[in-house]
T-cell receptor
Framework: EPEVTQTPSHQVTQMGQEVILRCVPISNHLYFYWYRQILGQKVEFLVSFYNNEISEKSEIFDDQFSVERPDGSNFTLKIRSTKLEDSAMYFC????????????FGDGTRLSIL | EDQVTQSPEALRLQEGESSSLNCSYTVSGLRGLFWYRQDPGKGPEFLFTLYSAGEEKEKERLKATLTKKESFLHITAPKPEDSATYLCAGSGSARQLTFGSGTQLTVLP
């Protein structure tokens, strides 16, 4: 069964450094998403992406964050200057279409900021 | 602002002891109510989508139902392998999912 894959599974970074999280969505899906889950808290929406542009973003997704689909398969989340509070699990998801369709999640990247 | 609230936070059942998990939602222009299963260290795994009040979906020992304000996940004769965190999420006029905090289910043999 097709699945969303994320790399790396765990990333440890010094505060202030840039980090790029990578995702390969399911191949026939058109909508892509990033969510995060701080330990012990809810899964929170960050951004959605369709047709090579951001379609929606949350208040969390400030100027430190950016997303890109650099080629036909990868979808990346970049954090420019990491803060301690960016430590979380970051999940990538994709869906065939947008509205009302299930989103399928990868197993996440655990980001630890030191 | 969309809100999803799940109860109970944690539930311990004996194997074979049926129960229900609750999800209350306030989602503007609901496009879908989703149930996911999350195992430790893993991403949410899709279980069901419900679109309108009165709808029901079943998969093995799980059945999800939807009313205008709540959704229930009924677990019939659970087994230890059903132990996981079950997440409820709503999608409204914005396509993003708004998640609840989840119910951590433990099924004891």
């Amino acid at each position: 069964e097709p699945e969303v894959t994320q790399t790396p599974s765990h990333q440890v970074t010094q505060m202030g450094q840039e980090v790029i999280l990578r995702c390969v969505p399911i191949s026939n899906h058109l909508y892509f998403y990033w969510y995060r889950q701080i330990l012990g808290q809810k899964v929170e929406f960050l951004v959605s992406f369709y047709n090579n542009e951001i379609s929606e973003k949350s208040e969390i997704f400030d100027d430190q964050f950016s997303v890109e689909r650099p080629d036909g398969s990868n979808f990346t989340l970049k954090i420019r200057s990491t803060k301690l509070e960016d430590s979380a699990m970051y999940f990538c998801a994709s869906s065939v279409t947008g509205e009302g369709q299930p989103q399928h999640f990868g197993d996440g990247t655990r980001l630890s900021i030191l | 602002e969309d809100q999803v609230t799940q109860s109970p936070e944690a539930l311990r059942l004996q194997e074979g002891e049926s129960s229900s998990l609750n999800c209350s939602y306030t989602v503007s222009g609901l496009r879908g109510l989703f149930w996911y299963r999350q195992d430790p260290g893993k991403g949410p795994e899709f279980l069901f989508t419900l679109y309108s009040a009165g709808e029901e979906k079943e998969k093995e020992r799980l059945k999800a139902t939807l009313t205008k304000k709540e959704s229930f996940l009924h677990i019939t004769a659970p087994k230890p392998e059903d132990s996981a965190t079950y997440l409820c999420a709503g999608s409204g006029s914005a396509r993003q999912l708004t998640f609840g905090s989840g119910t951590q289910l433990t099924v004891l043999p």
